[in-house]
Nanobody, 128 residues
Framework: EVQVVESGGGSAQVGGSLRLSCTAS????????MGWYRQTPTNECELVSS???????YYVDSVEGRFTISQDIAKDTHYLSMNSLKVEDTAVYYC??????????????????????WGQGTPVTVSA
């Protein structure tokens, strides 16, 4: 059974930084894509960033240049470094693991539990 544990959420001011971590167990990270979704206060669930097994990286336009996804395969952990935070980055962030890639959006993040691995969600609040 795949288990996913997230950490690193919290509060920051506009322009600040946070780093999210996601550690998976019960799988071999070399054959799974890793990603992050977020559920905004308006209830949209969007793919924020992902990295696939070939190292190809995706960022949603709104975080391009500010967020960086990375992974430590030896630790079965991947990270989302978030810099130059904006109020609109406020959301609950979910770590996701998939053997077959990620949809760009879900109507709601609870649907993401159907993926191979899904975290419990970590809140990020950015204030002015």
């Amino acid at each position: 059974e795949v288990q996913v544990v997230e950490s690193g959420g919290g509060s920051a001011q506009v322009g600040g930084s946070l780093r999210l971590s996601c550690t998976a167990s019960g799988l071999s990270t070399g054959v799974f894509d890793m990603g992050w979704y977020r559920q905004t206060p308006t209830n949209e669930c969007e793919l924020v960033s992902s990295i696939d097994t070939d190292g190809a990286i995706y960022y949603v336009d709104s975080v391009e240049g500010r967020f960086t996804i990375s992974q430590d395969i030896a630790k079965d952990t991947h990270y989302l470094s978030m810099n130059s935070l904006k109020v609109e980055d406020t959301a609950v962030y979910y770590c996701a693991i998939s053997e077959l890639g990620f949809p760009k959006k879900y109507p709601r993040c609870s649907i993401g539990r159907a993926l191979d691995g899904w975290g419990q969600g970590t809140p990020v609040t950015v204030s002015a």
